[in-house]
């Protein structure tokens, strides 16, 4: 038998990877968590930068950015070997842009104990969430990009398991002002089936951007500064800054700071790129004092 322990060790460790609601109302908190290692180390602010595989979490309009095929490959570790592994494709036909995504989430060693107290637990499950999904995207007059992404959800927690359907809607706009991009993006609409006595109530995200390229060049590169203000349904609304500075040798330094999601909370990392290659690693400091995750990303453009 599981106990409410379990339930609450769950629901914590969640919670504590700082983005869950304020209220814990809303369940499948994975859904919320960054994808990869640029996003991540400039503090999440990334809703009207998004382009390439990445798109297909942050912005589906994002996918419109650009007419090179795209793979990317993140991992995830936290604390407790809690990992998260995210693979993503995008590719073109035409005006018209694709992407296929996987996400999967997993708690190990959720303890099981019976009704009495035990020394030693009766034995060990794993939390496990995931989706799959797929895009569409497309550039119109003026400016715009527009694009959807559906995604199946899963989720499995010991012997109960559940499933649902979420759409995610995405807007883009370029130059706002002279070097100057606005993203929106609608995310995670749709219901969960039950899971064990009632279903999981899905994190509505409403998200607005704004992504600045510096008017001079560093290295051959323009500096970013970015902006995003987030919304979370029966949650907080937080503000993100993010930056990302050119350094020599095809190396970038980033970094992101976040309010209102608990406690302040910093991020940093920095990338590389080689020809069709990237890789972009992100760190960040839990505002708990809990650990540290690391973010690993390699990316290909073909």
Do not use: C
């Not at 995405?170 to 609409?189: A, E, M, P, R």
């Amino acid at each position: 038998m599981i106990l409410n322990s379990i339930k609450i060790l769950w629901l914590f460790l969640l919670g504590s990877f700082g983005v869950a609601a304020a209220s814990g109302s809303n369940g499948l908190a994975f859904l919320k968590v960054d994808v990869d290692g640029r996003s991540a180390a400039m503090g999440g602010a990334y809703t009207a930068l998004a382009s390439g595989a990445s798109a297909a979490y942050w912005n589906p309009a994002g996918l419109a950015d650009s007419d090179k095929n795209n793979i990317i490959l993140t991992h995830l570790v936290w604390l407790s070997d809690i990992t998260q592994e995210y693979a993503a494709v995008k590719f073109n036909a035409g005006r018209h842009h694709f992407s296929l995504a996987v996400n999967v989430f997993t708690i190990p060693g959720i303890e099981i104990r019976g009704e009495e107290p035990a020394a030693e637990p009766d034995g060990t499950v794993e939390a496990v969430n995931f989706y799959t999904a797929f895009g569409y995207a497309r550039s119109f007059g003026g400016g715009w990009q527009a694009g959807i992404n559906v995604k199946y959800l899963y989720e499995k927690l010991y012997l109960t398991s559940a499933g649902g359907f979420a759409v995610d809607l995405g807007v883009k706009y370029h130059s706002v002002y002279k070097g100057l991009d606005w993203g929106l993006t609608i995310q995670n609409i749709g219901k969960m089936t039950q899971l064990k006595e009632q279903s999981t109530p899905l994190p509505f995200l409403l998200r607005s951007g704004f992504a600045y390229r510096l008017p001079y060049r560093l290295f051959l590169q323009n500096p970013l500064l970015t902006s995003d203000l987030e919304y979370i349904r029966d949650g907080r609304t937080s503000f993100r800054l993010g930056g990302e500075i050119p350094l020599v040798g095809g190396l970038v330094f980033r970094l992101g700071t976040r309010f209102g999601e608990a406690r302040f909370q910093w991020t940093a990392g920095v990338g590389l790129n080689y020809r069709a290659f990237y890789f972009d690693y992100a760190f960040a400091p839990d505002p708990f004092d809990l650990g540290t995750s690391h973010r690993l990303t390699l990316g290909l453009y073909f």
